[in-house]
């Protein structure tokens, strides 16, 4: 009897521990799905904004407000 | 006595027999354990090879970043979606590639023509923005084609500066893989292997991914950060453009390296591409012609050889030399300067870019030493840092004649990097190897790699000499053949090189298509970059001849200034007015 009691036991531990572990197997996988996901949005705006800000739109944009750039020549340095 | 020994004798039979069967198992094991685990895959695929119904699909996977110095993106791996079907599955057809026509901004008929294809399984449109999932899902949805159409998400490559340092960082191919530049040689760092999907034809249940036959290693997908600086890179583009633009030549190259440590800033070259559209472009049009192509330097060679006939104490700082008019004849040819010159002091030589005076000192070096100013400053012999870098080209030194053409630049091939990092190692006196990778960082974070100084020869002229020729290139810019490169703000040593291009048909050097080179470094007072720019066959507008001094000179000067500026050194010319 005492055997049968045990093994009923150690059953509802074991049922209770596979739970256990499939809870947690199912919240690590969704953080494994969320993780992918915000590293592919997080991809995407990176794309995104260097796409926006790269070397010919920055150069576009300050060509279309008629930035001059500095000439060096006409600049002279005073001594101290 | 008898007995005893036939009981051992048998039980020694049956040790043997046990042992065979036992070796037989194992043999069977490990050949079961060679066929499910070793050479799984290539199983798989023979079989697939010849089972109609399979079929093995390629998805590219997520690939680590190049980075500038700074952490600026240069190439990214952006997550995509493509659209596959089984073309003997589809139901409303034309509905379909309607309405994929419009999401996908693609022509009807080439989506219908896909779609009407005899294949098991065709891809109707790759590496599509994701944000087009949900209407492409609904598409298929609402056609009725869910067995036979899916989606499946993979990643593209992206440059997001499209053109800029193009050459350099190269591209990868559809399946993933980099095909040329540092994408190819970083493959082993950067990941992005394709991974391999077993599909089976179902005719009912449309398709079944029975498994990944690879799976994505995710601890191969490190972020790769190059030397370049954006900042420089985007100033020696903005000078290639220009020089493109003013003198139309047929290639360009930039090189700008920190002297201190060999880090390669910027690597310039035309003709450029986009590595997004790579397949647009002819294939010379992806070469990094600063490292693939090389080119007579013509007199930037000077500094070397002189430098080395110094050192080694054939000439003398006080010592004149008399040019004849600039005319001179060695060996039965002719050589001439571009100045009728007479008598010039060693430092002379130099500023006026006397040919027939650099020849008369040449005449003192050995094979040996002829020899030795190439190995020393590793002129000639790839670094193997960036792919396709090709070998300079030597003369036979044992001919006197040679030696001499060799100190004008003629006869001797080099590479634009080989030339700036040469000119690195006049301005610090230490020959340091290049380099165009700063660091790796694995997917934890971790610096598995970081660029350090690696110095390939250590003081290989005297002090005395390095000072004379510092002195002499500075003079070169300020009143010498290289005056167009003069900066109001920074001292710069450097040397203006024009080499004829050989003409293979005719069998002569031209005379109206050259490479005009300058290169040097600066701030003199205390060398921080080195830099050469090579145009090759450049003309004028005016119809000019072109000359080093003429056509790369004046961007070297801007080339200079804006650097300087861009990293605050202070101005060492301070007080002069322009």
Known sequence: MKLLIVSFLLLILNILYSSYVKYEHYKQAKMIVKIKDLKAENLELEAYITNKINYYSVKDFAEGKNYQPVSWNDITFLNP | ?578
């Open chain 2, 1 to 578: 006595m008898k007995a005893q020994s036939l009981t051992v004798k048998s039980e020694k039979k049956l040790k043997l027999v046990i042992f065979l069967i036992f070796l037989l198992y194992f043999l069977v094991l490990a050949r079961a354990f060679y066929i499910q685990v070793i050479a799984g895959e290539n199983y798989v695929k023979k079989v697939l090879a010849d089972f109609p119904k399979g079929r093995i699909i390629k998805i590219t996977s997520y690939r680590g970043s190049i980075l500038d110095k700074n952490g600026q993106p240069l190439a990214i791996s952006l997550p995509t979606i493509s659209i596959y079907a089984f073309p003997k599955l589809i139901q409303n057809k034309q509905e379909l590639a309607d309405k994929l026509s419009k999401i996908l901004g693609l022509p009807q008929f080439q989506i219908l023509n896909t779609l009407n294809s005899k294949e098991r399984f065709v891809w109707i449109a790759r590496h599509v923005s994701q944000s087009d999932k949900g209407l492409v899902e609904q598409a298929i949805l609402d056609t009725n084609n869910s067995k036979g159409v899916g989606v499946q998400s993979d990643f593209k490559r992206f440059y997001p500066d499209h053109n800029v340092a193009s050459n350099l960082i190269g591209f990868v191919g559809w399946d993933g893989k980099g095909l040329d530049g540092m994408e190819y040689a970083l493959n082993k760092y950067l990941g992005g292997k394709p991974i391999e999907v077993m599909t089976i034809f179902a005719p009912k249940e449309g398709k079944m991914v029975l498994k990944p036959l690879s799976i994505q290693d995710t601890g191969t997908q490190n972020d790769v950060y190059l030397t370049i600086d954006m900042g420089v890179q985007s100033i020696v583009e903005d000078i290639k453009n220009h020089i493109v633009k003013e003198f139309n030549p047929r290639r360009v190259a930039i090189v700008v390296e920190d002297v201190r440590n060999g880090n390669i800033l910027g690597m310039a070259t035309y003709p450029d591409f986009d590595p997004n559209d790579y397949y647009n472009y002819p294939q010379r049009d992806w070469r990094n012609s600063a490292v693939t192509d090389v080119f007579e330097p013509g007199s930037v060679m000077k500094p070397f050889f002189l430098g080395y006939a110094m050192a080694k104490g054939y000439i003398h700082r006080g010592e004149t030399c008399n040019a004849n008019g600039g005319r001179g004849d060695f060996y039965g040819h002719i050589v001439t300067d571009v100045e009728h010159n007479g008598i010039l002091t060693m430092s002379q030589i130099l500023i006026v870019s006397s040919n027939v005076c650099a020849m008369k000192v040449a005449s003192h070096l050995t094979r040996e030493d002829a020899e030795n100013v190439v190995n020393l400053f590793h002129l000639v012999k790839p670094y193997n840092i960036i792919p396709g870098e090709q070998a300079g080209i030597l003369p036979n030194f044992y001919y006197p004649i040679n030696r001499m053409f060799a100190t004008i630049g003629q006869g001797i091939a080099v590479n634009a990097l080989n030339l700036a990092n040469g000119y690195a190692a006049l301005a610090t006196d230490n020959l340091l190897k290049p380099h165009i990778i700063r660091k790796i960082v694995n997917p934890l974070g971790q610096v598995i790699y970081h660029e350090h100084v690696d110095v390939i020869h250590k003081d290989i002229y005297p002090q005395s000499t390095i000072d004379w020729l510092h002195y002499a290139l500075e003079q070169v810019v300020e009143k010498g053949t290289g005056t167009a490169a003069k900066s109001n703000h920074f001292t710069i040593a450097g040397k203006t090189g024009t080499s004829q291009i050989f003409n293979f048909k005719t069998g002569h050097y031209s005379w109206r298509k050259v490479v005009a080179v300058f290169a040097g470094f600066f701030p003199v007072s205390n060398p921080r970059f080195s830099a050469v720019i090579v145009a090759y066959d450049p003309h004028p507008k005016n119809g000019a001849l072109a000359w080093g001094g003429s056509v790369s000179a004046p961007y070297f000067k801007e080339l200079v200034d804006r650097i300087s500026f861009y990293y605050a050194i202070k101005p060492d010319k301070v007080g002069q007015s322009k």
